[in-house]
């Protein structure tokens, strides 16, 4: 069997979370079980993704809150909360209760810049005068400080409530989750932003040609950015593929599986808009088809995290047969083993 140089450490997948318009509760209902059974697999993380208008997750932070009640050892991530939209405070709360429920498996991906939909969402959201707010990664920062816990108002301000007096700081604390906390990087300079100020970084299937058309040349220069721009400990950096093997599906499946990678390959022959985005091709077929594929990759061979990016709109059963079939025939070629009670900061 083919197998990859490089090893892998850890092992996610990341699913849309996705429901019929109708019926939304059979929907997370069933995300929730799949972050059960990639418990039961082994899987080292499970990550949402988080959308807006769609049928699908639009509140990661309380989705994974319920996950926290459903796993006990798996990470728990989102993969991106678009921070434009949320209160650097507020969504700090959130994500601080989601970690101690968790115990400290929670990862907080994050992206800035204009919010999506704004034209339509932004008059919702937002008071006065919204498009000259700061969308910037300072937002981010904003965030990340909020985690640290430090106390917040004048020195020597005091809170009195019921229960006593306390300096003033976010509750509830959550000791690590700002280490935790990973920015989804797709040019130079959000990767170089990312790295400088020590974040972890989201790498996906999506990303923008500069002076380049390749994928992989430009996510390439992407990682090389990143890695110069570290001033302190080395962060993590976690790539995401979308993979579907399909071992074990019958041949309806099958045809399914490869109609829907042929349906999205054209997109992959060039630089799409003004930004030049670039597409990975989906990597679909048996097992061994994917390790030759994935043993191509030169980006992989540079990390040490991959996550499984399952398409859109499947059902709940190909769902549970791509991350099996992944798992069983897949990851072990890649160097990555099981460790059971494994948590981040453990493995840091």
Known sequence: MTTVSNS?????????????????????????????????????????????FEPGISSAAAFLAAATQ??????LGTAVIPIGYESPYRLAE????????????????????FPPHAEILGPLVFDGDWR??????ERVLRLVNNLRGDPIGEPGAIIEFPGGRVRPRLQPHAPGLADRIWYGGGSLKSVAWTGRNGLNLLLGNVTSGEGTDDFFEAQLHQLETFFAQQSERPRRVALGRVIVPFDSADARTR???????????ERTLKAHGERRTLFA?????????????????????RVHELRVELPYEFKQHEY????????????PALGWRHRPGLTASAAE
């Open 70 to 75: 459903r796993t006990s050892r798996i990470e």
């Open 281 to 301: 091709q989906d990597v679909v077929g048996t097992s061994e088809q994917i390790l030759e594929t994935l043993a191509s990759d030169p980006v992989l061979a």
């Open 132 to 137: 000259n707010f700061d969308f910037s990664h």
């Open 8 to 52: 892998i450490r850890r092992l996610a997948f990341l699913t849309p979370g996705n429901y019929p318009d109708s019926d939304p509760h059979s929907g997370l209902e069933k995300t929730l079980q799949l972050f059960e059974l990639g418990e039961r697999l082994g899987y080292d993380g499970a990550w949402v993704r988080q959308r807006h």
């Open 255 to 265: 045809k399914r599986y490869a109609d829907y990678a042929a349906g999205r390959h």
């Open 94 to 113: 959130d994500l601080s209760t989601v970690d101690v429920l968790s115990r400290g498996r929670l990862n907080v991906g994050l992206s800035a810049g």
């Open 320 to 331: 549970e047969q791509i991350i099996t079939d992944f798992i069983t025939h897949v990851a």
